[in-house]
């Protein structure tokens, strides 16, 4: 199906059921910019991942568009994360010999070939309609990880085909705990290397550009791992937060870190937990087994006013010492801002956005164009400061 047509399908679709003409509206213009092929070019003159984002919002509906852009209330931790990585300088190191670098890594036993990892966002065949099928290739073809949200619009098997088997999956702990454990067995089953438990959801964020848009999926779109648990998995006509009523059964609102100890008995995948922002958090993780931490604020999108992930993570990486891995996310556009990440202490980035806004401009391309954009800046953020391997990015490059 071309690109236009897949489009066209979708949105008029959803533009016919809303109430009354505005949503349309926003809709209508937006399809006209779709170029008549699937997957058009990528311009010359996108040389970064804000480049790619302009391309983006021309190639998407603004109901796609603010979705996955906007943040909660008044955006202030959507802000705050990119401009603590402004605000931080590097500090380079001159006459060093940096002919040859090394941004290989391992984390669990896989190796990446650079440290910046796809992290899980919803509703990829909002963007192109290959969705997470064309996320997951280029995830591969880069050698990273892509991680497959829950919210998926593609099957945890195909992306586990798509991907060769590398990928992780993230998590929900849902009330019913039946659910989720059927929910671990099948990404366990298909070949996930991790789980990523999202730990900073017991109720969605309110995203006000979702509420006047009056965000839904459209017709032919469904979060399609949950089908069996939701009658169609479809969001027609909500006008929540963005997720609102039709996933709300989704999340736990008890959930406690017993539940963390009870989804260790059912699986051997090793358990990332996503959303910690405090080191005494941190640190009642590891004193649970957890081996992985993921820094993260949800890009901005649960709690408002929360701190920027870059600000927070030196101290968490201090707390937690070797007793796990830890990771972040969460304002990364440049690969400076993963090497500034990186030199506080991260094992590797994950980032969301930027994947995206290559997903909507161009398919598989444009997340091969926006993995490889940040590897190639990482790559010479490094040699410009006097760093070889990633072993080498440390904290003295960033207090002088």
């Known amino acids: 199906m071309e690109r236009s047509d897949f489009l066209k399908k979708t949105f008029m679709a959803a533009g016919g059921l809303a109430t009354g003409s505005s949503l349309n509206a926003k809709i209508q213009p937006s399809i006209k910019s779709f170029a008549n092929s ?27 568009y603010d979705y996955y852009r906007s943040g909660a209330w008044d955006e202030t931790t959507l802000k705050a994360n990119r401009e603590s990585f402004e605000k931080l300088k ?5 006459l060093v010999d940096v002919e040859k670098r090394d941004l290989s890594t391992t984390i669990f036993g896989q190796h990446i070939d650079f440290p910046i990892l796809v992290a899980p966002t919803a509703f990829h065949k909002l963007a192109h309609p290959d969705g997470e099928l064309a996320t997951g290739r280029a995830a591969l073809k880069a050698k990273t990880i892509m991680t497959l949200s829950s919210l998926s619009t593609t099957t945890i098997e195909e992306v586990a085909e798509a991907t060769n088997k590398t990928f ?6 849902n009330k019913q705990r039946e659910y989720t454990r059927d929910l671990v067995a099948r990404a366990e089953s298909a070949g996930a290397k991790a789980l990523v438990v999202t730990v900073d959801t017991p109720l ?6 979702d509420v006047r848009n009056g965000f839904h999926l459209p017709p032919g779109l469904s979060a399609i791992n949950l089908v069996k648990y939701q009658q169609d998995g479809i969001a027609k006509g909500q006008t929540g937060a963005g997720l609102g009523q ?3 059964w989704v999340l736990d609102a008890t959930l406690q870190w017993k539940d963390l100890e009870w989804l260790a008995t059912i699986t051997k995948l090793p358990i990332i937990i996503k959303g910690v922002c405090r080191v005494d958090d941190a640190i009642k993780a590891t004193e649970h087994g957890i081996k992985g931490i993921l820094v993260s604020n949800h890009g901005g999108r649960q709690m408002d ?23 972040m996310d969460g304002g990364i556009r440049r690969g400076t801002d993963a090497m500034k990440a990186l030199a506080q202490g991260a094992k590797a980035v994950l980032v969301g956005r930027p994947v995206l806004w290559g997903l909507a401009a161009g398919g598989q391309q444009g997340v091969e164009k926006a993995l490889s954009m940040l590897r190639e800046e990482l790559d010479l953020g490094m040699a410009l400061s006097g760093c070889r391997n990633l072993k080498e990015l440390n904290r003295s490059l960033l207090q002088g």
């Not at 992780?168 to 702990?173: A, H, K, P």
């Open 38 to 64: 699937q997957d058009p070019d990528i311009p010359l003159d996108v040389l970064n991942i804000f480049d790619l984002e302009r391309l983006a919002k021309e190639r998407l509906p603004v109901l796609a």
């Open 90 to 94: 590097i500090h380079y190191k001159i």
């Open 168 to 173: 992780w999956f993230q998590l929900y702990i």
């Open 204 to 209: 969605w964020g309110r995203r006000e550009r």
């Open 246 to 248: 039709s996933f709300s």
């Open 305 to 327: 006013s929360a701190p920027a992930t870059i600000d927070v993570l030196p101290a968490i990486v201090d707390a937690v010492g070797n007793h796990a891995t830890v990771l």
